[in-house]
T-cell receptor, first 116, second 113 residues
Framework: GAGVSQSPSNKVTEKGKDVELRCDPI?????LYWYRQSLGQGLEFLIY????????KSGLPSDRFSAERTGGSVSTLTIQRTQQEDSAVYLC??????????????FGPGTRLTVL | AQSVTQPDIHITVSEGASLELRCNYS??????LFWYVQSPGQGLQLLLK??????LVQGIKGFEAEFKRSQSSFNLRKPSVHWSDAAEYFC???????????FGAGTTVTVRA
């Protein structure tokens, strides 16, 4: 079946502009995650959605970052007033429901964000 | 909190030679362990995972990894490397009570002809 898809694949924006990144999880996966991969650093967790539960936003680096998940499927990560340090690859992953056991996360191809 | 260390930033190996990538984790109990591969411009692809049971795990593309509790390690191996194995490899750890994966910094593998 189809994997996790993300759009756009590349985004170049000017400092101070807002951007929206989209993630389409694997059908049937109720858990969705966003990670950020910055140059020279590993992947860092940003946010986690599970069904209709309140998301875990503990990894969001600042209040300029927000995310929503509509209808329990597609998710949008929004970065307001972008800064150059926001330049990174933003990866989305999905998994089956986390229920007392860790589920395998499957990753999308990522969105490469460049802030000029 | 759990953490992962990949001691080797970059490894160069000849095509046909064996490959071993090191991964050490820090966690008080038995963790869930993963190896992912990322080709240039691509997302992360799961190579293999360890949750419990047999400590030698077989994955895709001819890779295997061995969980060694005494050494807190989960090293990835391949007996004979192909040019297409050139990529960045990430080890990750998760725990039963935390869905967030902690990733190592990655090891870049270069394959020379």
């Amino acid at each position: 079946g189809a994997g996790v898809s993300q759009s756009p694949s590349n985004k170049v924006t000017e400092k101070g502009k807002d951007v929206e990144l989209r993630c389409d999880p694997i059908s049937g996966h109720t858990a969705l995650y966003w990670y950020r991969q910055s140059l020279g650093q590993g992947l860092e967790f940003l946010i986690y959605f599970q069904g209709n539960s309140a998301p875990d936003k503990s990894g969001l680096p600042s209040d300029r970052f927000s995310a929503e998940r509509t209808g329990g499927s597609v998710s949008t990560l929004t970065i307001q007033r972008t800064q150059q340090e926001d330049s990174a690859v933003y990866l989305c992953a999905s998994s089956l429901r986390q229920l007392g056991a860790l589920r395998t996360q499957y990753f999308g191809p990522g969105t490469r964000l460049t802030v000029l | 909190a759990q953490s992962v260390t990949q001691p080797d930033i970059h490894i160069t190996v000849s095509e046909g030679a064996s490959l071993e990538l090191r991964c050490n984790y820090s966690y008080g109990a038995t963790p869930y362990l993963f190896w992912y591969v990322q080709s240039p411009g691509q997302g992360l692809q799961l190579l293999l995972k360890y949750f419990s049971g047999d400590t030698l795990v077989q994955g895709i593309k001819g890779f295997e990894a061995e969980f060694k509790r005494s050494q807190s390690s989960f090293n990835l191996r391949k007996p004979s490397v192909h040019w297409s194995d050139a990529a960045e490899y990430f080890c990750a750890v998760g725990t039963p009570n935390d869905y967030k994966l902690s990733f190592g910094a990655g090891t870049t593998v270069t394959v020379r002809a």
